[in-house]
């Protein structure tokens, strides 16, 4: 059983920063890609940024030279450091990962959500 907890959402005043976390737990061999989504206004969910194994990103348009994803490999970890932040960027942010677990299948799980809340 594979698990991924997000932490860190909350309520900001426009400007401010947020840090999200997530952590991969279970029967873990390896985790590739790592990724944080949000939902748009349209209820779907849209990529915000994604984090190889190896450290190589990539950013939604919106988002680029504000928000900075990284992980720790060691404590199967990725974060998502958000400046300046727009309301806007008010949504539920939910963490995902490509992960191989000791079985050696490659699954793509979900975490369950926290939410961003940015104030005009």
């Known amino acids: 059983q594979v698990q991924l907890v997000e932490s860190g959402g909350g309520l900001v005043q426009a400007g401010g920063s947020l840090r999200l976390s997530c952590a991969a737990s279970?029967?873990?061999?390896?985790?590739?890609?790592m990724r944080w989504y949000r939902q748009n206004s349209r209820n779907q969910r849209e990529l915000v940024a994604g984090i190889s194994y190896g450290g190589r990103v990539n950013y939604a348009d919106s988002v680029v030279g504000r928000f900075t994803i990284s992980r720790d490999n060691a404590k199967n970890t990725v974060y998502l450091q958000m400046n300046s932040l727009k309301p806007g960027d008010t949504s539920n942010y939910y963490c995902?990962?490509?992960?191989?677990?000791?079985?050696?299948?490659?699954?793509?799980?979900w975490g369950q959500g926290t939410q961003v809340t940015v104030s005009s």
């Open positions: 279970g029967s873990i061999l390896s985790i590739e890609t």
């Open positions: 995902n990962a490509d992960i191989r677990s000791l079985s050696g299948r490659l699954v793509t799980y």
